[in-house]
């Protein structure tokens, strides 16, 4: 079990903070978001939503935006994600 995680540990530790600030700013805004459609926000309600979430390929989210009648979110070809445009990574190379 050591040699698998120092296999990856190196690579994770080596991560530029804006992909760890990233990916921290993802967690934490699908938390709070889930947090207005949970009765209670315990590890055990998250993750049965995950799993419904599996087992239906729909979110919360996307259940609310369907129950809401919203349009389809049109983005610019070169933005992959909401967050893309929201939050976009430095560019490298």
Do not use: C
Not at 65 to 83: C, D, F, G, K, M
């Amino acid at each position: 079990m050591a040699a698998s995680y120092a296999n990856w540990a190196p690579t994770l530790s080596a991560a530029p903070v804006s992909v760890w600030a990233r990916r921290r700013t993802i967690i934490n805004s699908v938390l709070d978001s889930l947090r207005l459609h949970l009765l209670q926000l315990t590890l055990k309600a998250v993750q049965a939503e995950l799993d419904r979430w599996q087992e239906t390929g729909l979110s919360v989210f996307r259940r609310l935006v369907q129950t809401l009648n919203l349009p389809a979110l049109t983005l610019p070809e070169s933005i992959r994600t909401p967050l893309d445009q929201l939050v976009p990574l430095p560019q490298t190379g």
